[in-house]
């Protein structure tokens, strides 16, 4: 193809089609440019109605520019970051590494930092392009697989945590405990002060802990179940999960890649898939590190709670428990219940459950498709104990490992996590959701 740049306004975003080095170089300068006339103006938080529409001017073009780069070059780049796909990097360091690289691609770690102190509404929403990247690297059916598989390799935490671990059967991650129990692995959530809300905090020690049980060989069944709350609404009782922390994402403290992706590409995906393993560990046939698991709500399971339920192996619930869904009531998407929710309880009650934020009570017929059983509150340990004998089979693990396949093939969640990294990256930063964040703070502090 021609050079056709002289028939392009100047701050109209490159089209990529002179080859990879050159389209890198035209984009790293118009990047460059666009930064350069956003450093120009106020924060955002200070800027005139007229200054923000030309912010969100030069934002649309660089997104433009990074969104034609990446389509046609997310493979190499990927290939550049990590060495060929010989090296597996989590989000944060490919984002880390790919701000060097091509400057202006990605934010900057110290971009990212100077807006993490910002409330949702002040923040410039560099998190978006964070959005395209990955959108474009889940997208490619050769980074995409990559990508995930690395996401499911165990955390240097974990590896670090794990020969104390097997030797005492238990270890301490602050807000959340793992606890061996003959052959069960017990992980307990006690981020009290929020009801077992989550936010990168919790995120990154649930994910420490699936690992742990994941690791030690001696753990055949793993459970999941909230501690006993302070809170004196709740004093005394154990809850599951009031899903996400709305005060942490108010004051901007729920990161993109960290939460929302990290999320769902690292903890939960390795309850589901289990952990995965390298092509040199001298098997015939690599195989994940999986193993079943258990849900024990005692009281609710609200959000994010209600999504890791979707992929447990066997849900218990007290018989006053219910789940809900208001994701759509708070502006964001439920991670991957818009994928998992309409396989389990069909497509009639996952809508009303993501539309109009319904109630559905374990113990009645809606609440059983969501859980396989409900309890007396006082009996949960005992039908908890009972199904991890169940589960302890060892046939359960191959057979899971298959159901999975074909009920979500690893392709499908790709393509589901490559839309999600770009439509959950533009709710954070719509003004609806922005206004909701504010009436919530408002509403919770008079």
Same mark, same amino acid.
């Given at each position: #193809?021609? &050079?056709?740049?002289? %028939? /392009? ?23 460059? @440019? ?5 450093? +120009? ?8 109605? +007229? ?11 660089? =997104?433009?520019?990074?969104? !034609? ?51 949702? *509404?002040?923040?410039?929403? *560099? ?13 490619? =059916? ?8 690395? #996401? ?15 030797? $005492? ?9 793992? /606890? ?10 006690? &981020? ?12 990154? +020690? ?18 999941? =179940? ?6 004196? !609404? ?28 990290? @999320?769902?590409?690292?903890?939960? &995906? ?35 709670? $209600? ?33 998992? #929710? ?5 497509? @009639? ?12 009570? +374990? ?8 859980? %396989?059983?409900?309890?007396?509150? %006082? ?12 589960? $302890? &089979?060892? $046939? ?14 690893? %392709?499908?969640?790709?393509?589901? #996590? ?8 533009? =709710? ?17 502090? *008079?």
């Amino acid at each position: #193809m021609g &050079n056709h740049d002289h %028939d /392009r306004p100047a701050d109209a975003a490159p089209a990529p089609e002179k080859g990879y080095a050159d389209d890198s170089t035209d984009t790293t300068a118009f990047l460059a @440019r666009a930064a350069e006339a956003l450093r +120009a103006l106020p924060a955002k938080g200070e800027r005139s109605g +007229a200054q923000q529409a030309t912010a969100e001017r030069i934002h649309t073009g660089a =997104r433009r520019a990074r969104r !034609r780069f990446l389509e046609r070059h997310a493979d190499t780049v990927y290939a550049e970051l990590t060495d060929d796909r010989r090296a597996s990097l989590r989000l944060g360091d490919l984002a880390d590494q790919a701000s060097e690289l091509h400057p202006g691609l990605v934010p900057t770690k110290e971009e990212i930092e100077e807006e993490r102190v910002l409330p949702q *509404r002040d923040k410039e929403g *560099r998190e978006i392009d964070q959005g395209i990247f990955f959108w474009s690297l889940l997208n490619s =059916r050769a980074a995409g697989p990559h990508l995930m598989d690395a #996401m499911r390799r165990p955390t240097g935490q974990a590896l670090a945590a794990l020969p104390g671990f097997r030797a $005492a059967g238990s270890v301490d991650l602050g807000i959340v405990t793992v /606890r061996r129990h003959g052959e069960i692995g017990e992980v307990t959530v006690n &981020n009290a002060r929020f009801l077992n809300a989550e936010d990168d905090l919790l995120v990154t +020690a649930l994910e420490v802990a699936v690992d742990l049980v994941l690791l030690d060989e001696s753990i055949r069944v793993g459970v999941m =179940r909230g501690a006993e709350m302070t809170h004196p !609404r709740h004093a005394g009782r154990r809850v599951f999960s009031a899903g996400i922390n709305l005060t942490h994402l108010y004051r901007g403290e729920i990161s993109f890649i960290d939460f929302f992706l990290g @999320r769902e590409l690292g903890y939960i &995906n390795k309850i589901f898939r289990g952990l995965s393993a390298p092509d040199d560990s001298g098997a015939w046939l690599p195989e994940p590190v999986e193993k079943p698991w258990i849900g024990a709500v005692d009281g609710f399971a609200i959000g994010g709670g $209600a999504q890791i339920l979707l992929v447990f192996d066997r849900v218990i619930a007290a018989d006053g428990a219910y789940f809900s869904l208001p994701a759509l009531r708070e502006g964001i998407i439920p991670g991957a219940a818009n994928l998992r #929710m309409p396989r389990v309880a069909g497509n @009639r009650l996952a809508r009303q459950a993501v539309f109009a934020d319904r109630r559905i009570d +374990a113990a009645t017929p809606e609440g059983r498709l969501l859980c %396989d059983e409900t309890v007396p509150g %006082d009996r949960l340990d005992e039908a908890v104990r009972a199904a991890a004998d169940e589960l $302890a &089979n060892p $046939a359960v693990v191959n057979n899971r490992r298959i159901l999975h396949q074909h009920e979500e093939p690893e %392709d499908v969640f790709r393509r589901y #996590m490559a839309s999600y990294a770009v439509e959950q990256c533009k =709710r954070l930063y719509s003004p609806d959701l922005v206004e909701t964040l504010d009436r919530t703070w408002i509403s919770r502090n *008079r």
